[in-house]
């Protein structure tokens, strides 16, 4: 047994930890050696480059280990408040880089190796990235888990460790092809399995009413099946600073690996179906995005990680001899939109039915515990699960949802009697047909707030789907805007960007964004200028490389790079750029001599592998691609090329080299985005709608320095009001039906000329995203960037201005605005280690 005395930090005392952790390049070089030889055993002679990799990621991890363990024992002697952020989705990105910049050991590190004859950026590339999310929400996850740690805000993020993420997306004859994911093929260096640490978590059966010894009515839920999720741990290290938090993801595992009964009877297979089966839970990724499709795995995913994670909660508050009734003083839980809603049914089982506490005490105790992220509009993405299969999977929960409804109806009867219909529209069932949960209106019944993403985002939900919970507790929602790191989108995505800025205003914009303000009073000095230029063609020539290696396709960095890289949906509207793409195409063919600035049109994204309308628009991107670009008349003029497998990786070496971000989806249907932000900080125009927080960030820039076209929310609304009429939009513009017409020609599909049929029925019968309304003036703004184009003096003032007026968009504000507004959570100092070197220009690498 250890002595009761003995910190774990001290054991950094003893000389071989010592060594085992220090910052100097010897101590660097040695820990990687023994690392190679020790933990793989590998002599360097026979070492992959992947042996490499994982050798320094683990010399990576044993420092950053030591600080979360410091981060332990300086919060177990406090009383702060806990954030737990739960997320079915997480898209880290790599992390070697990130934890080296975190820790300030760039250059130390890429000197160890040097002596070796190793590249420090080509063993940086062999990592493989965690795809656990689909998108934006995913990201925003990671985001915020960076700034909680940056901002030393206590936290744990808690989601599910899919075996398979987020498909790899291969290009086929120009079709989206599907491949599986095996992230952890050759292992993953970050993750401590903590086998200890695990929890049963129950599915089916039945319900059965008992009377304790008190007399009084307990609810025993008799379960058909059990799983077991096991912590799986990896380390979120701050930058520069002491505190480490923890990512855990649950694994999901068989209660009983082995049935030694059916092995007994000699049925191998059977002994271990179980396990098999319980596996399935947390083996891969739902790959829709905004997207709710109710599947019977999606529910147990969900309950799954929530359960587990408000398990260990609890385990750890009783361990600390706190009461369960101050659950929520010490647990801010956070739901990262209604993926974990079934949180809130959970908590009120788990403290009613397994701790005692009475439903009063226990719904008190879950209100004040959670609050919700709404992160979309869209209908068909908000969760409904059926009252049948919940039934099913979750009896018990079912009973809770019902009890919580019958006492928050009679609260919506007493705040407005007599109004039925206000009841059955915010009734937690959806009563219409077959019965539904609406997980949102839990979510938000169970939460002391509920917030939007963007500013717009939160009036229209105040306005519309959640119009009738504003008006029984205005107070409840809020809005908090969201943000991106600048540590990886800017100082690892973009080091050239990076070394420039901190020479001329120091390095402290990386900790605090606002001061990238800084930089205004240089965007009319030609020298600057002149610098800020070179980077960003620097950043052009790594991306142009990175196309040519992946796709063939020969770009001219000098070209404009305009640049739309996000999930591929209709709301997005990636079509309208391609009608654009083709009107040009054909302008330029039939008048060689007109004056329009080169420019190379880049595409990534994935489509959802069920929606057919996305992949049918990036086989038409695809299509006009290979006609461009085989055009001899076009060479020098016009690229097109659409990048496979869009992935944080590649998003970082995307947003560094865009000089127009295209941000242009239909008004009221972008919460808020966040791909707009990181390109805008790394010194890209946004030529956009006013829709998410384009409206913040043109807000920002300035209006004279965005690229705004297209109909307001409150016009779309009229369009709709009157009647709209696609075809009438073609009937007026020559131009347009040209661009119709071409696609209907069948000249782009030669194996099937009919292919484009059906997008351009939807457009012309349809047009549910206003793709036709909005094409003139998205067109005639383009018009406008080509000629801010040609004068160069005044397209790089406008995207230094850019830049230096991007602070707001730090995911450290967003995270500040949290703690304030939501979590009421003081950031805890953490002592940051002692040793190593920081050194000026290591934030610039
Ligand atoms: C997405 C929105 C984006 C937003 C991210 C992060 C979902 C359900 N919503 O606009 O579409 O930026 O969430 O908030 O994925």
């Known amino acids: 047994m250890w002595k009761q005395s003995l910190r774990l930090t001290s054991c950094a005392l003893s000389p071989g930890v010592g060594v085992r952790t220090g910052m100097s390049v010897a101590d660097l070089r040695q820990s990687f050696l023994d690392n190679l030889f020790c933990s793989l055993g590998r002599v360097p002679m026979a070492a992959t480059p992947n042996d490499i990799y994982t050798a320094l990621a683990l010399t990576v991890r044993d420092r950053v280990h030591k600080q979360g363990v410091r981060t332990m024992e300086a919060r177990a002697a406090q009383e702060a408040r ?206 829709n995005d905004e997207l709710a499709q109710g599947k019977h795995l999606r529910l147990q995913q969900q309950y799954f990680f929530v359960s587990c994670s408000l398990q260990d909660m609890i385990r750890i508050h009783r361990a600390a001899n706190r009461p369960l009734e101050k659950f929520h003083e010490k647990w801010a839980v956070q739901l990262n939109d209604t993926h974990p809603a079934i949180a809130v049914a959970e908590l009120m089982h788990l403290l009613v039915d397994d701790h005692g506490l009475d439903w009063d005490t226990a719904w008190n105790v879950t209100r004040q515990t959670f609050a919700y992220t709404n992160h979309t509009l869209l209908p068909e993405a908000l969760e409904k699960w059926s009252v049948k299969l919940i039934g099913q999977v979750l009896p018990r929960h079912l009973e809770i949802i019902y009890e919580i409804n019958a ?78 790191t600048p540590r990886r989108f800017v100082a690892l995505g973009n080091r050239p960007l990076s070394r420039l800025i901190t020479e001329s205003i120091g390095e402290g914009w990386l900790s605090d964004l606002n001061e990238l303000r800084g930089l205004e009073g240089l965007a009319d000095d030609k020298t600057f200028q002149k610098q800020w230029r070179e980077v960003k063609l620097a950043n052009k020539v790594d991306l142009a490389e990175l196309l040519k290696l992946r796709t063939g396709a020969v770009v001219n960095p000098e070209s404009l790079f305009d640049i739309q890289v996000k999930r591929i949906h209709e709301y997005k509207r990636q079509h309208l750029n391609v009608l654009y793409i083709i009107a040009t195409y054909l302008r330029l063919r039939r008048d060689p001599r007109i004056d329009v600035p080169a420019r190379t049109f880049i595409f990534s994204g994935k489509a959802a592998p069920g929606y057919f309308m996305a992949k049918l628009i990036i086989k038409l991107i695809n299509a006009v691609a290979e006609t461009v670009n085989n055009d001899p008349a076009m060479d020098g003029r016009l690229r097109v090329v659409f990048l496979p497998d869009f992935s944080v990786k590649s998003a970082q070496h995307i947003y560094p080299a865009g000089d127009l971000s295209e941000q242009i989806s239909m008004a009221g249907k972008e919460a808020s985005g966040t791909g707009n932000m990181k390109f805008a900080l790394n010194g890209a125009l946004t030529i956009g709608t006013l829709d998410g927080a384009n409206v913040e960030i043109r807000e920002e820039v300035g209006a004279e320095n965005f690229f705004l076209f297209g109909l307001t929310v409150e016009q779309v609304r009229e369009l709709r009001l009157r009647g709209y009429r696609p075809q009438e939009v073609v009937e007026g513009n020559a131009s347009l039906r040209e661009v119709l017409d071409f696609i209907g020609s069948g000249v782009l599909a030669a194996e099937d000329r009919s292919l484009f049929r059906p997008l351009l029925d939807r457009l012309l019968n349809d047009d549910p995203f206003l793709v036709l309304a909005d094409y003139q003036a998205y067109v005639d703004c383009q018009e406008q960037v080509s000629s801010l184009w040609r004068d160069q003096r005044a397209w790089t003032r406008k995207a230094i201005l850019n830049a230096a007026r991007m602070g707001k968009f730090s995911s450290d504000r967003s995270i500040r605005d949290y703690c304030e507004h939501v979590w009421r959570i003081k950031p805890l100092k953490v002592q940051s280690r002692s040793t190593g070197t920081r050194t000026r220009s290591d934030a610039a690498s």
């Open 407 to 484: 006492r928050f109806l009679d609260e919506v009867r007493a705040a407005f009697p007599g109004d039925s219909s206000r009841l059955s529209r915010m009734s937690l069932i959806d009563e219409a047909g077959e019965r539904f949960v609406r997980m949102a209106h839990l979510a938000t019944v169970g939460s002391h707030r509920v917030n939007g993403v963007a500013r717009m985002h939160s009036d229209l939900l105040k306005q519309t789907v959640m119009g009738d919970f504003a008006e029984l507790w205005p107070d409840k929602f809020c809005n908090v805007t969201n943000g991106v």
């Open 82 to 287: 806990v954030v737990a952020y739960l997320s079915a989705e997480f898209l880290p990105g790599p992390h070697l880089a990130n934890n080296l910049l975190n820790l300030g050991i760039v250059e130390p590190t890429r000197e160890a190796l040097s002596e070796f004859g190793l590249d420090l950026d080509q063993v940086i590339d062999q990592e493989e990235e965690p795809g656990l999310g689909n998108g934006g929400l995913g990201r925003l996850a990671a985001c915020f888990m960076d700034s909680l740690a940056s901002l030393e805000v206590p936290a744990v993020g808690y989601g599910i460790r899919y075996e398979f993420g987020i498909f790899e997306q291969a290009i086929k004859s120009g079709w989206q092809v599907e491949l599986t994911d095996k992230w952890l093929r050759f292992g993953n260096p970050w993750e401590i399995v903590r086998p200890e640490i695990y929890y049963e978590v129950k599915f089916g059966g039945r319900t059965q009413a008992v009377k304790d010894e008190h007399g009084r009515l307990q609810v025993r839920w008799l379960p058909e099946t059990e799983v077991k999720g096991e912590a799986y741990d990896t380390p979120i290290l701050g930058y520069r600073v002491g505190t480490c938090n923890t990512l855990r993801l649950w694994k999901a595992e068989a209660v009983e690996s082995f049935d030694f009964a059916a092995f007994n009877h000699g049925d191998y297979y059977r002994a271990v179906a179980d396990k098999v089966e319980s596996e399935t839970i947390a083996k891969v990724l739902y790959p």
